[in-house]
């Protein structure tokens, strides 16, 4: 498995921008961004895809970002209109195409390899 450590973090008011910061062990094909609200489920956000198209949650659409520094093995998610329903905990999660082809999913269930997670708080 990958070893994946979080950053960035914190508290923004709504409307405002944040940026989180992933850092990995190695490189996998499918390097993506959850979210965990209290009570809630963790949902699929944004995954950026080693030789596909990026996939977004149509909740997050148009507002936040997904990117690779594939150098230096870091992966990025930039927050833009923010909304104080985006408030959860943030991971970053890693796996293979698991025999799909060169395709990625947003289910929780593809990914083996977890973060420790990180506050995001958006502020009315």
């Known amino acids: 498995q990958v070893q994946l450590v979080e950053s960035g973090g914190g508290s923004v008011q709504a409307g405002g921008s944040l940026s989180l910061s992933c850092e990995a062990s190695?490189?996998?094909?499918?390097m993506g961004w959850f979210r965990q609200a209290p009570g809630k489920e963790r949902e699929g956000l944004a995954i950026?895809?080693?030789?596909?198209?990026?996939t977004y949650a149509d909740s997050v659409k148009g507002r936040f970002t997904v990117s690779k520094d594939n150098a230096k093995n870091v992966l990025y998610l930039h927050l833009n209109s923010t909304k104080p329903e985006d408030t959860a905990v943030y991971y970053c999660?890693?796996?293979?195409?698991?025999?799909?082809?060169?395709?990625?999913?947003?289910?929780?269930?593809?990914?083996?390899?977890w973060g420790q997670g990180t506050q995001v708080t958006v502020g009315t």
């Open positions: 190695a490189s996998e094909n499918c």
């Open positions: 950026f895809n080693t030789y596909g198209p990026t």
């Open positions: 999660a890693a796996d293979g195409y698991r025999g799909r082809g060169y395709y990625c999913t947003l289910g929780r269930n593809d990914y083996a390899s």
